[in-house]
RNA sequence: GUCCCCAUCGUCUAGAGGCCUAGGACACCAGGUUUUCAUCCUGGUAACAGGGGUUCGAAUCCCCUUGGGGAUGCCA
């Protein structure tokens, strides 16, 4: 298989539309987009879908909607794991028929059984194994060992001298000898293998204290990790097509990559263990594994992994609470991953440009909505007015604000010269909500600031300023000004004593946007209504 | 239990044996700008998990300990 159509890097993001999509698979998706894109490959999409249980077509709509939000564009026609079923079925009757799966003895006649792929037992010119060197592991004497061709089980022993029952793949234990407490040799492995291999002759040992064998290790160099192992004494046979005859994940995910001509896999730690097994079956199949990387998981402020008890964990959450595709793609291409010099800010083209699968962490990152609401920030500061009018617009719209969206269409003067003030102090478009004053008629008093700022002794001042402000003929920042400054003065008041009361009465919060503005937007009538309704009530 | 992985300010990170008195960003604190509010500017607090090695020299390499995470499904 190393033709010209494998020279060119080829990458899958394989999420299984169980539910809404997750901000550690979008993670993990950016990582494959900017790892293809900046080779120049392909970024290819997989729907993992066969658990048709659990798969719902609400959520394969979501994720696209999601991906599309976040400009993950994809190549080619989009696979769907659940349609290939009879390619994974016939892989596993190949494996059967190579003796490299097999199907478990029925316990009852007519039972069905799923068929389980073998841990190789010849590994001495594998490239995928090592030998380590020989070992000693103490078994609980009390337990029966049984070794068959589906391997071996016998029973650990706790800290408090209980059995722990222990199953392995045969693989594992290359002249095995099983010893009892006075060294005696119960069981051979080497004098016995050909008959358990061959004609399916099963053994039991009672009475063991240890077992001594040669460790043998399966490998595979990590392109973020680097090499990783785990002895094959470990690891069990594992059942690659159920009993009702569906595939299981592993075998699905390996012929689909093969089928895929996946280059590279790039996927989160959890997945680790599984790469050992997968290697085997790619092997076993004759095919060319690809390139693993496995990346950190991203965690939560208790360290424990994001889950749906965060609940803003999921993608879409974060385009309803006002976050910007381009700042949550920016944040989390940063989770994990730093391009190596000062920058923090980068679009998706210089994310693309600068990114290194080298460069990727394999320690686990903390989610920070703070630091993420500040990028956020930046990126809203640095969009055109008229555009960022645009976005709170269709957000308002797309996250059914109705009173919001229905003012913002029927005053579109005002609401623009709102969206212009207020953009430089947006972090997230749902801070709109605290857009109100500017258009509502009733507005809503912070208790604690009217309480501190508006004192009896400042009502005589207001009533002035509203007889002053009344009588304007332009309601103008300027003018707006002036009085306010008139007011101060005639009450010998200093210079800007007024501005705090002032913007309590007609925005009901002690702060907010540039004052005289504020008040020429909101607009004569609302103004002097609202000092109204002050005096009145005080 | 066993196996695997990970470990720098509260958080994201820079760091490839001497450029490290450990740098940047977020958060936090103080000051300045702003007649108000925010932005902004300046400054500050704050980290190499612990212990052993190797070395003239260790955040960096090795070992141990501790702590965290993952795997151990007929889920994916």
Known sequence: MSNSSRDKIRVRFAPSPTGKVHIGNIRTAIFNYLFARNAGGEFIIRVEDTDLERSTQDAIDKLFECMEWLGLDYDGELFYQSKH?????????????????????????????PVLFRIPWDTDNNPLVQVVGDVEIVVHSEEEITISSSGISYAQVSKKRKPIPTAAA???????KIVDADENILFDLDDKIEAILENNESFSVTGAAKFAFERR????????????????????????????GSPVFHLANVIDDATQEVTHIIRGDDHVENTYRHLFIFQA?????????????????????????????????FRDKGFLASALFNYLAFLGWSPGDEREKMSKNELIEAFSIERVLSSPA??????????????IA????????????????ETERVEFTNWAESNSDQFCKVAELMQMRTKMLSDIDSWGYFYNSTIKYNEKDLKKTIKPELIPLLENLKAKLTNLASFADMEIDKALRETETESDLPEGRLNRP?????????????????AA??????????????????
Do not use: W
């Open 85 to 113: 079923a009879e390619k994974h079925i016939a892989a596993a009757e190949e494996l059967i028929s190579k003796k490299r799966a097999y199907r478990p003895k029925q316990k009852v006649a007519g039972e069905k059984v």
């Open 170 to 176: 045969l693989a594992g234990f290359h002249h095995l």
């Open 217 to 244: 290790e399966v490998f595979f160099e990590d392109i973020i990790k680097g090499r990783l192992a785990k002895p094959l004494d470990t690891m069990k046979d594992l059942v690659i097509v159920r009993s009702d």
């Open 285 to 317: 199949l004759e095919k060319e594994a690809p390139q693993y990387g496995h990346m950190p998981m991203i965690v939560n402020h208790q360290g424990k992994p994001l889950s749906k008890r965060d609940g803003d964990a999921f993608v879409g959450d």
């Open 366 to 379: 903390k989610f920070d909505g703070a630091k993420l609401a500040n990028i956020n920030g930046h990126y």
């Open 382 to 397: 640095e969009l055109a007015t008229a555009n960022f009018a645009e976005k709170i617009a269709n957000f308002a719209k």
């Open 502 to 518: 002032f913007r309590v009465v007609i925005t009901g919060s002690g702060s907010g946007a540039d004052l005289v503005t504020s």
């Open 521 to 538: 937007i909101i607009g004569k009538d609302k103004v002097i209504a609202r000092l109204e309704n002050i005096c009145k009530g005080a």
